[in-house]
């Protein structure tokens, strides 16, 4: 079974600069997640999508950042334009289900840096 | 929203040393989730468990429910374990369950 799939892997910018990541999660996951995990911290959740809408995109800076999951399968997630606060990991994961009742599985991420 | 505490947050151990992470979480939940992060931003979940303890090759993992802690075990550690260890606890947000990540702890295990 192939695992969650992100590119690109690593991305360096300048402030005010746009950048877009994309996530092709397992197949038949309905469940997608995107966080930001800053340096020394633990992941936190950005957007959750079931199939192709929205569950919770509450910690989501709307100002700057969007995402979208098309047809329910591939997402992308874009920050325009990006800050030196966020430089991090962005981490795309998948779930059947609920979270509380199924793993998670996580991609390899894409390591971000602002400068 | 549920804290999730995790100690120590860097742990260093001679090889072949058992090694204990320890998690603690402020409100009750269904089940608890043990990750490992490699260098390089990779996340692998080792356990979800609910109650009592899992085992998988030389990592155990356990929890008791009453008093909000759960345990990770490594018993004879070795350097291709050392990576960061999260532990994950579900909340009810906006109407959906999601995770609340501690912040990890740090194991480096030396030859």
């Known amino acids: 079974e192939a695992g969650v799939a992100q590119s690109p892997r690593y991305k360096i910018i300048e402030k005010r600069q746009s950048v877009a990541f994309w996530c092709n999660p397992i197949?038949?996951?309905?469940?997608l997640y995107w966080y930001q995990q800053i340096l020394g911290q633990g992941p936190k959740l950005l957007i959750q999508?079931?199939?192709?809408?929205?569950?919770?995109d509450s910690q989501l800076p709307k100002d700057r950042f969007s995402a979208e999951r098309l047809k329910g399968v591939d997402s992308t997630l874009k920050i325009q334009p990006a800050k030196l606060e966020d430089s991090a990991v962005y981490l795309c994961?998948?779930?059947?289900?609920?979270?509380?009742?199924?793993?998670?599985?996580f991609g390899p991420g894409t390591r971000l840096t602002v400068l | 929203k549920n804290e999730v505490e995790q100690s120590p947050q860097n742990l260093t151990a001679q090889e072949g040393e058992f090694i204990t992470i320890n998690c603690s979480y402020s409100?009750?939940?269904?089940?608890l989730h043990w990750l490992q992060q490699h260098p390089g931003g990779g996340i692998v979940s080792l356990f979800m468990?609910?109650?009592g303890k899992k085992k998988h090759g030389r990592l155990i993992a356990t929890i008791n429910i009453q008093e909000k802690h759960s345990s990770l075990h490594i018993t004879a550690s070795h350097p291709r374990d050392s990576a960061v260890y999260i532990c994950?606890?579900?909340?009810?947000?906006?109407?959906?369950?999601?995770?609340?990540f501690g912040k990890g702890t740090k194991l480096s295990v030396i030859p």
């Open positions: 994961a998948s779930s059947s289900t609920a979270p509380f009742t199924d793993t998670q599985y």
């Open positions: 197949s038949g996951h309905a469940t």
């Open positions: 999508f079931q199939n192709n809408g929205v569950v919770d």
């Open positions: 409100v009750g939940i269904s089940a």
């Open positions: 468990l609910s109650s």
């Open positions: 994950a606890v579900p909340y009810s947000g906006a109407g959906s369950y999601q995770l609340t």
